[in-house]
Nanobody, 120 residues
């Protein structure tokens, strides 16, 4: 199973970006999917998660600015980011709890990370 993330880049404060992450490989289904981020010198932190049924949670630091969504048919998760601030600068990682066969429990998989830089 592989997760491929894309959509990062350089954006000015107040700008917007949309991150995408697609899972591929031997997949029966996917439970929770999410986005995490890690800024230089800091621990990786949770940004947002979404269940298979579409129930989403967002970190307090991004509530009202970021929105997580997913497309189960495409095994994909998205993060729409608006009102970006300098403190949002980080490498963003997608995560998925994948069930590879009907009889297995889920295992976590990570994308390779995509850099988001907010700077004027």
């Amino acid at each position: 199973v592989q997760l491929q993330a894309c959509g990062g880049g350089l954006v000015q404060p107040g700008g917007s970006l949309r991150l995408s992450c697609a899972a591929s490989g031997s997949i029966f289904n996917i439970d929770d999917m999410g986005w995490y981020r890690q800024a230089p010198g800091k621990l990786r932190e949770l940004v947002a998660t979404i269940t298979r049924g579409g129930s989403a949670t967002h970190a307090d630091s991004v509530k009202g600015r970021f929105t997580i969504s997913r497309d189960n048919a495409k095994n994909s998760v998205y993060l729409q980011m608006t009102g970006l601030k300098a403190e949002d600068t980080a490498v963003y990682y997608c995560n998925a709890k994948v069930r590879r066969t009907w009889y297995e429990s889920t295992s976590p998989y990570w994308g390779q990370g995509t850099q988001v830089t907010v700077s004027s």
